[in-house]
């Protein structure tokens, strides 16, 4: 089965409800993020096949910033593979950079709201920068509640939330899509 992304400039087959889904996700990607898309395709199509192989794409993942397993390189190309060719088409490789540029912007968001609730910038989240923010904010916790927070996410209880930590109780609690 082909994927629903189409290049920018094929026209509709039909006016069916499945091109409007399709046009509605290509409004998502600029016409510029799908032309760096559509080299970065042609630069990993290493043996100018149209396809991007296992081997192809862990050059292409490692080149934009992804350092991945080989078994997850063979996740990624099994969850997007909509033909089951074993290989990933353009179609199928720009769902797949959409779906990774979202969670690496979720992540580049995390990371800045770490940083500024990380007040002292020490690298962790202590129960003074929670409580200097909350002032700055105009929010009031008694230290208990602050305690109570760190709590539920300080993983290695030291009292404090380090990057890893935000990170992965900002993942539990879905509060940021795509991550």
Do not use: C, W
Not at 120 to 129: C, L, Q
């Amino acid at each position: 089965m082909a994927s629903t992304y189409k290049a920018a400039d094929e026209p509709p087959a039909s006016n069916s409800s499945g091109y409007r889904k399709d046009k509605v996700r290509r409004k998502k990607l600029t016409a510029q993020k799908r032309k760096e898309i559509k080299e970065a395709f042609d630069l990993f199509d290493i043996d100018g096949s149209g396809t991007i192989d296992a081997r192809e794409l862990n050059v292409a993942m490692r080149a934009l910033g992804f350092e991945m397993t080989p078994e997850q390189i063979n996740q990624m190309i099994a969850e997007v593979d909509k033909d089951g060719s074993g290989t990933i088409d353009f179609d199928e490789f720009v769902h797949m950079m959409t779906d990774k540029m979202g969670e690496r912007d979720a992540r580049d968001e995390l990371f800045k709201a770490f940083r500024i609730i990380d007040q002292d910038r020490n690298g962790k989240i202590s129960d003074i920068d929670i409580q200097r923010l909350a002032i700055e904010t105009g929010e009031h916790f008694t230290i208990d509640e602050v305690r109570e927070m760190i709590e539920a996410a300080d993983e290695n209880g030291d009292g404090e939330i380090d990057l890893e930590e935000f990170m992965k109780m900002m993942k539990r609690t879905n509060l940021v899509s795509g991550f």
